[in-house]
């Protein structure tokens, strides 16, 4: 009989195989089965599924999981081939109206786009000919990669044909606003109150919602120095100005825009400031400003740190990098962190328009899947600095793992054996949007935590926290394909220091759950978990894996790329576009900073102990950021115990998400296991181009990094020093 380790072996291959396969849109599902003749009640019956449960995956609501998910591919690839789609030019129906998220007042009525009046048309002129967007393409190349990273605006409708933003840069006494698509508008505006109305009326530029139940995205004005100085702002803030984040209220921009009876958000007019006027009926009247010179684009993120190209990037590069950001992700809303935490609420709104029966009017009602409200807060799941804990402790306080839940990344490293330094190399690779990758498919809690007292029974089906004694957990006692590992030589999986456990601690039921799955015994003394649970973040992720992998394969980095043809595509996709490779770094650091703002500490706003701005944010879950990073450092740790029962290989050290082995090559070729027909060894690490999966970080030698221990006096975590690519970030 195979052991229950085989088991999951072969389950861990078959989840990986049927997660490279891609499902057509879900209209497309719709399509073929209609085109079939066939019913969501037959379709339900052969999968052993309900008939809502097939309407669900035809309406994007949720997505079909292993082992149906296969069943489902196939009967779609079959229908596929007999119904192909129709011809690209085929006309489609334009879309039902639909009652905006923010609605409050009465229902309007909906009007005909025919018959809507349309908006006075800007002024237009094409771009500048002689000038040939920045690219590396040699000449006579084909044209087709340029077709896939244009931004199309044809279906998006005559309000927002223009797309979701504009540059406007000023030359020669004129003012320009660059759009996507190489669009040029002349901007007859002469002051700022000017620009936001023109804005408003004429520009037609925005974003359709990502969400029926959602709203339209502001238009977003990207203003370069040179149109500061044209609308009489200042091209740098003062120190007091930089301090406070805005402009003074005295200062005549901002009197101008009082005077024109606009009106600011309270973080008043700085590097992100919105414009607005009240709103007509349920229409949002609001413009926002990136002002450019202001650092509203941290070169951290959207930019090269070492060496930052924005500054000097034509405006008409600068909107397509932008548009092309909008489009895969959505319009940015401020940095990284502050647009992926957006993009959450967009995919997932926290309310719809509901008719009321009784008095035909349209009122607000919580949708089920979402973050709707602000729930009390638990103590172990707070930081330091939280309201909550005032009193609590002893001033300068340190919190130990049976006060505080740490559940953080991993940094880890450990000496080398004398076997290990035999090898000639440190061979480093680094997990694909770790972060996100490990949000995908985690089941997360919606409502308020539920306190269970008297120790309670270990359910993995409730997210949450959970006191327990993990320290006796020994990975020398676990087996895996038969094989018994080397335990001294594996981070525990429990704390982020990869050290055992040395008795109570709050630990996120990912943590819990992969105890259980090792085979060990938990006894819970108590625990905060929240019953109503959902796949928060499933849609969060699919639209960032969509914009990460289309960014890749625009720099020749593809999902069907064997091993050594993906370590070339890497080493040289930087080469192919750089403004693609500007929009890789975005994307990452969208995935990263918003996992990161589920748990904002105050940056100094406010006095310790002293409620700051974050905190009444429905979207600050100190839990569920716990979750995603338990689920990342475990999921991480089985691929480690799958590798090291393969091929009896051990990581030396882990920063993050990148890991180091010994390796007697200088590629992750040589180190990585495979099996004999040359696939990845089942449940290891495999490189590729999806989240999740692998890409080579760098190489060094066993001498240098014995040297870099003899300097430190002791070993200290070598991982992220160990990069081909200066310039990458520490994590994803």
């Not at 990136?290 to 650092?295: E, F, V």
């Not at 839940?405 to 000639?424: F, H, Q, S, V």
Request: glycine share 8%; proline share 10%.
């Amino acid at each position: 009989m195979p052991t229950e380790n085989e088991l999951f072996s072969a389950v861990d291959a078959l989840l990986e195989e049927v997660a490279q396969d891609d499902l057509p849109a879900p209209e497309e599902r719709k399509r073929l089965r209609e085109a079939a003749g066939l019913s969501q009640e037959q379709i339900a019956k052969a999968l052993k599924s309900r008939r809502e449960t097939i309407g669900n995956w035809e309406s994007g609501v949720t997505e079909p999981r292993p082992p149906k998910r296969a069943a489902y591919a196939r009967l779609l690839e079959g229908l596929a081939a007999r119904f192909p789609a129709p011809a690209a030019d085929a006309p489609t129906p334009a879309p039902a109206p639909t009652v905006p998220e923010a609605f409050t007042g009465p229902a309007p009525v909906p009007t005909p786009a025919a018959e809507a009046p349309a908006p006075p048309a800007a002024a237009v002129r094409p771009a500048p000919a002689a000038r040939p967007a920045a690219s590396s393409r040699r000449p006579g190349a084909k044209k087709a990669m340029a077709r896939k990273t244009t931004v199309s605006t044809a279906a998006v409708g005559p309000r927002f044909e223009n797309g979701p933003l504009a540059v406007i840069h000023c030359e020669d006494g004129q003012v320009s606003a660059y759009c996507v698509g190489g669009l040029v508008l002349d901007v007859p505006a002469k002051s700022i109150p000017a620009l936001v109305d023109w804005t408003l009326t004429e520009a037609r530029l925005g974003q359709a919602r990502l969400h029926r139940h959602g709203r339209d995205a502001d238009p977003i004005l990207v203003l370069t120095a040179a149109a500061l100085e044209r609308y009489g702002l200042p091209t740098a803030l003062s120190n007091e100005e930089r301090r406070a984040g805005r402009l003074s209220a005295g200062h005549k921009v901002v009197k101008q825009i009082q005077r024109a009876g606009l009106q600011l958000t309270q973080r008043g007019f700085g590097p992100w400031a919105r414009v607005y006027r009240d709103p007509e009926g349920s229409r949002r009247r609001c413009v926002q400003l990136c002002i450019l010179p202001w650092n509203a684009l941290d070169a951290r993120e959207w930019d090269k740190k070492d060496d930052p190209q924005l500054p000097t990037m034509h405006p008409a590069d600068l909107a397509r990098y932008l548009g092309l950001y909008a489009a895969r992700v959505m319009t940015p809303r401020g940095s990284t962190a502050t647009t992926g935490l957006e993009l959450m609420t967009a995919l997932r709104p926290p309310t719809r328009a509901e008719k009321d029966p009784a008095t035909g009017e349209f009122k607000r009602a919580d949708n089920d899947d979402a973050l709707t409200q602000l729930y009390p807060v638990v103590e172990c799941e707070v930081p330091d600095e939280h309201p909550i804990l005032k009193g609590k402790f002893a001033r300068h306080h340190i919190r130990t793992p049976a006060e505080m839940l740490m559940e953080e990344p991993y940094d880890w490293c450990r000496p080398l054996t004398d076997e290990e330094c035999a090898n000639p190399y440190l061979v480093v690779i680094d997990l694909n949007m770790s972060f996100a990758a490990a949000a995908n498919g985690l089941t997360v809690g919606l409502n308020g935590p539920t306190h269970l007292a008297g120790n309670p029974k270990f359910d993995p089906a409730l997210p949450g926290s959970w006191l327990v004694d993990l320290s006796h957990v020994d990975l020398s006692r676990v087996q895996i394909n038969g094989r018994t590992l080397d335990g001294e030589r594996l981070p525990s999986p429990f704390t982020p220091k990869g050290d055992r456990p040395e008795g109570p601690a709050w630990y996120a039921t990912p943590t819990v759950a992969y105890a259980v799955e090792l085979g060990f015994d938990v006894a819970p003394i108590e625990a905060y978990v929240r019953t109503q649970t959902g796949r928060y973040l499933d849609p969060w992720y699919k639209r960032l894996r969509d914009a990460y992998v289309a960014t890749m394969a625009d720099m020749g980095v593809t999902t069907d790329l064997t091993g050594s043809e993906f370590l070339e595509a890497m080493a040289r996709r930087k080469q192919v576009d750089p403004t693609m490779a500007l929009l890789e770094t975005a994307i990452k650091a969208t995935a990263k900073g918003a996992i990161g703002k589920l748990r904002q500490r105050s940056r100094g706003q406010v006095p310790y102990y002293e409620p700051y701005p974050a905190l009444n944010r429905e979207t600050w879950r100190p839990d569920i950021r716990a979750a995603v990073l338990a689920a990342q450092r475990v999921g991480l740790h089985r691929k480690l115990m799958k590798t090291a029962a393969a091929a009896d290989i051990y990581p030396v050290a882990i920063g993050t998400d990148a890991i180091v082995y010994p390796s007697p090559g200088p590629s992750p070729l040589d180190v990585l296991p495979y099996s004999p027909e040359g696939t990845p060894a089942p449940g290891t690490f495999r490189l590729g181009v999806s989240p999740g999966m692998v890409k080579h970080q760098g190489t060094q030698t066993v001498l240098w990094a014995e040297a870099q221990f003899e300097e430190h006096g002791g070993v200290f975590n070598i991982a992220n020093l160990i990069k081909t690519d200066q310039t990458a970030g520490e994590g994803e």
